[in-house]
């Protein structure tokens, strides 16, 4: 059936507008975690960790913290990078997951090709904490502040339970925004207030089981997301100013606990790297320039 359209360029324009402010809208939550909320994980982090890891951390602390959400900057350019900052698990599985645990911690097996889309973050925490290891073992400074950054965005982008949903958005129970309004909304508005206090860094013995449980923890995190929006938006609308105010009163502790994991987890995950390459002597580092840290993109 065919319908008369006046202005039928003007429909065509303005649907152009409409569908590239959704591009725009929706381009803020394919980030995870604010750049907020991954420069203070990275800054706290560097605090849980012992001597003489913490030394050398604090004297990168600058690099470690500028750079927190350079992921995020490439997820904007490089389509494969996206999946890598969340876990759909449950587009594949349910609660309590027993089938991926199988796959991931007890088989230790890659992600199949059907899953990569649904996220692989957890994949690439290992990854990293792997690359980190062989940094560490080479005494290759430059590349040691590189693969932490990724290894501590990965880590905290687990973190944020609004990664490990397919309603990551709201947009299956008409809640949509809600990921930015946690993530960064939320995190602005009350990050000046908080002082992570992260668990001293340990050496993880099971690390695929340590991811694991990280993500489980993460995603029992997310109805009390939802719900804290679903009822604020009872008495406040989106659009009112109040209305973000209310929503971090309720789900700030909630982003507050995260962080503080996030902090921990990351901590613990540079700390089993220097470890397991054999506690390499940090001195040497002084030899690599601040300033000569290449760009470099691990496919
Ligand atoms: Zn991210």
Not at 149 to 165: E, S
């Amino acid at each position: 059936m065919t319908q008369h359209r006046p202005f039928p360029i003007l429909c065509f324009l303005f649907r152009k507008l409409l569908t590239l402010s959704l591009v725009l809208v929706w381009a803020v939550p394919s980030g995870a975690w604010g750049r907020r909320a991954h420069q203070m994980v990275n800054a706290a982090a560097i605090k849980a960790l012992p001597v003489p890891l913490r030394s050398y951390f604090a004297a990168h602390q600058f690099y470690l913290v500028d750079h927190a959400s350079d992921p995020d900057l490439r997820a904007e350019t490089d389509r494969r990078e996206r999946p890598r900052h969340f876990a759909e698990i449950e587009a594949y599985d349910r609660y309590p997951f027993l089938q991926f645990r199988r796959q991931f911690v007890l088989e230790r097996l890659g992600a199949a090709r059907a899953q990569i889309r649904h996220g692989t973050v957890m994949w690439q925490i290992e990854r990293f904490t792997r690359y980190l290891e062989q940094d560490f073992r080479q005494r290759n400074w430059g590349e040691v502040n590189h693969d932490a950054v990724y290894l501590a965005h990965y880590a905290a982008d687990l973190t944020q339970p609004l990664h490990t949903v397919v309603n990551y958005d709201g947009q299956e129970t008409g809640q949509r925004g809600i990921h930015a309004r946690f993530e960064a909304g939320l995190v602005d508005l009350l990050a000046d207030q908080w002082v992570l206090r992260p668990r001293p860094a340990t050496k993880l013995a099971n690390l695929r089981s340590r991811i694991f449980e990280e993500f489980i923890n993460s995603y029992r995190q997310a109805p009390a997301i939802f719900a804290a929006d679903r009822s604020v938006r009872a008495s406040i609308p989106y659009t009112s100013p109040r209305f973000l105010q209310a929503f971090a009163a309720a789900a700030g502790p909630v982003a507050y606990a995260q962080l503080e994991d996030a902090a921990s987890f990351v901590a613990s995950l540079w700390y089993t790297s220097w470890v397991r390459a054999g506690k390499p002597n940090l001195s040497g580092w002084k030899a690599a320039r601040a300033d000569r840290y290449p760009p470099k993109w691990r496919d």
